[in-house]
């Protein structure tokens, strides 16, 4: 099968309906009971985001970290969504329930990925008090990310054309809500619960080598200099690109001649599609919605 070819025929788009407060389609919400009761061990690494902030990236990352040396093979013949099953999905095209990939990981410590907001975080996470990533993204290059893989992804609602898009999305009304939200109530979290950690893409992009430092810190691993070496170069964005276990060519609901689920991978590509008044528009907006001074990102490096 190559990148030109639709995989099968696809279902339609689905509704937005809003649930809990936030944004979603039943893809997201059709194993919500299961979620929510879901029994997470205090080994559990969550990874958590904002859809296309950087989730892809950092799973790998924390899967080199984790498996890389023991368990190699993994790398070459387990899709990325296998290895960090996404907690709430149920996708009977691709795969079924997240949540019986998650149950079903043999592996210590199992590394999950989520994009709820914090409030609909099962309880379970907090209780026994387990390690989570989150990462998050400028929200002008996160809304480009996001209206080209709507664009591809047929398990998303239709995104329509892009001026009606970004409407959408300061409005809140895209899957899972509104990133202002997101990104602040994660924040918020971090002042009450300590084993959380916050990244940005941004940061990412411009000094791996630091960020991995970082994280490793908070994860309490100490990596060979050599193993550090290996995992950023590992994780370049050309080298996830080309990697099929990890750029979604093998996901049946993505049309790859449309866009790609690797796609860009820079800070700033928002250059390339917002108009000067749209981006007048947007910065007004967010000023208004993002109150909070420690909380900054940066939309170009
Ligand atoms: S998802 O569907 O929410 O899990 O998507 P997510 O993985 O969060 O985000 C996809 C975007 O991340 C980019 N990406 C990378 N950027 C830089 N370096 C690396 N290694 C990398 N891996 C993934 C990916 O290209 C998407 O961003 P855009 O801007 O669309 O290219």
């Excluded at 498996?67 to 070459?76: K, S």
């Excluded at 971090?190 to 430092?213: C, P, Q, V, W």
Aim: aromatic share 14%; charged share 30%.
């Amino acid at each position: 099968m190559t990148d030109d070819q639709p995989k099968m025929e696809l279902p339609p788009r689905p509704e937005l309906f809003d649930f809990h407060g936030i944004s979603l389609t039943h893809y997201f919400t059709d194993t919500w009971e299961r979620v929510q009761n879901f029994k997470a061990r205090p080994d559990d690494i969550l990874i958590a985001t904002y859809p296309k902030a950087g989730t892809t990236w950092v799973s790998y990352i924390l899967d080199l970290l984790y498996f890389g040396q023991t368990a190699p093979d993994r790398l070459t013949s387990m899709p990325i969504y296998t290895r960090v099953p996404f907690l709430e999905i149920r996708h009977k095209l691709a795969l079924d329930s997240g949540i019986d990939l998650v149950e079903n990981l043999p592996t210590s410590p199992r590394i999950i990925k989520t994009h709820l907001p914090v409030q609909l975080i099962p309880k379970s996470f907090w209780e026994q008090t387990c390690k989570i990533v989150y990462v998050a993204r400028n929200a002008k290059d996160n809304v480009v990310s996001f209206f080209h893989f709507d664009r591809m992804d047929f398990i998303e609602p239709d995104p329509g054309d892009w001026k009606s898009y970004l409407h959408k999305f300061m409005d809140g009304k895209v899957i899972y809500g509104s990133w202002y939200d997101h990104v602040n109530g994660w924040w918020k979290k971090k002042e009450t619960y300590s084993n959380l950690h916050y990244m940005f893409y941004e940061d990412i992009t411009e000094d791996g080598a630091r960020e991995l430092d970082k994280l490793c810190s908070f994860l309490g691993l100490s990596p060979s200099l050599e193993e550090k070496k290996q995992i950023i170069d590992e994780v370049q964005f050309d080298n996830m690109k080309q990697n099929d276990m990890l750029n979604y060519s093998s996901f049946p609901n993505m049309d790859f001649t449309i866009s790609k689920f690797m796609r860009k991978g820079k800070v700033g590509d928002w250059k390339n599609h917002f108009t000067v008044a749209q981006n007048e528009e947007f910065d007004e907006d967010y000023k208004r919605k993002m109150k909070d001074p420690t909380l900054q990102f940066r939309t170009e490096i």
